[in-house]
């Protein structure tokens, strides 16, 4: 009786354990990822399926972001290093369709589509601004002064009223009216702040600083500091789950994932990634809690389980990946 119960209890686990692998296996067996490779100068675009590059398309020199429009028609990447720039990229096609030159507002960095899905706002550190471009027709339509050095990062409000900016040699965060296409008011910060999240669900502003290893969470209209975590070292990105219940923070130089309760502020757990990963770009699955982060020092992309912290796939990338989005196949 006692070897037929161990041989049982064998036999359910192999069970589970294969029922998981497949419900593993359901959520990642659709779509593509598409990736900036920094020193390739070059977006990888990733089967999940096959886990393999199946295109590689040229950017401008040094992309940092890469964005893509709700209908995923198109793709954007920042040319931030050199370039000035901004590649369009037909996702459809998988295909460059234009380059978008920016000789007024060089630098640019930080981005966001704009739920029209043709405009795409971004950060020119270089000319302290904000820039709207049209993807459509390549033209720079709008451009907002910060007057703030190094304008980096840019989050949106959820009805696209008010967009928020981190200055990281300013110290502060630009709160940007963009109906009237001007500077609200300048909120300051921490020092060196980059990584920025807006949380709609409780209009909160979420940033990394980046000196003092800070993740701080403010109201944006009363500049009160709700909650504020230490113990970074370089809290590179702010990404939340579906339903905003959970933060995530890469640490590009400590090599983990933070995790914590948006709601009751409090920290949920650390994944310490593999040794030197140098994690940086994160984006969300369209459909379920899995996020995929750019490892830039090991040439791959990692997907998480938000809810268990644990990496459950590896893709290959190019030289040096960043900016991460996810394309629905």
Known sequence: MKRFSFVLFIFVAVISMANGAQVEESRLSKGL????????????????????????????????????????????????????????????????????????LKGPHGAAFLTDNKHVIFTSGKAKHLGIVNVETGALETKIKTAQDTTHMVALNK????????NIRSDSISVLDLQNQSRV?????????????YRASA????YGAN??????????DTEQKIAQWQGFSFPYRVLFNHDESVAMVPDFQNHYIRFFD???KKELGTLALEEGAGPQGITLHPKHDIAFLSLNLKNKIVAIDIHTREVIAEFPTGTNPDGVIFISR
């Open 33 to 104: 990822l598409a990736v900036v490779n920094k020193s390739d100068n070059s977006i990888s675009v990733i089967d999940i399926n096959d886990k393999r590059i199946i295109k590689t398309l040229p950017t401008g020199k040094g992309p940092h972001e890469l964005v893509m429009s709700n209908n995923q028609k198109w793709a954007v990447s920042t040319n931030f290093v050199g370039g000035d720039s901004l590649t369009v990229f037909n996702l459809r096609e998988l295909e460059v369709e234009r380059t978008i030159p920016l000789e007024a």
């Open 203 to 206: 209009h909160e502003i979420w």
């Open 262 to 264: 948006a709601n009751n």
């Open 159 to 166: 009805d696209e009223s008010r967009a928020f900016a981190t």
């Open 185 to 197: 008011k300048n909120i300051a910060t921490f020092s060196m702040p980059e990584a920025i999240g």
């Open 211 to 220: 000196k003092e290893g800070r993740l701080v969470v403010i109201n944006p």
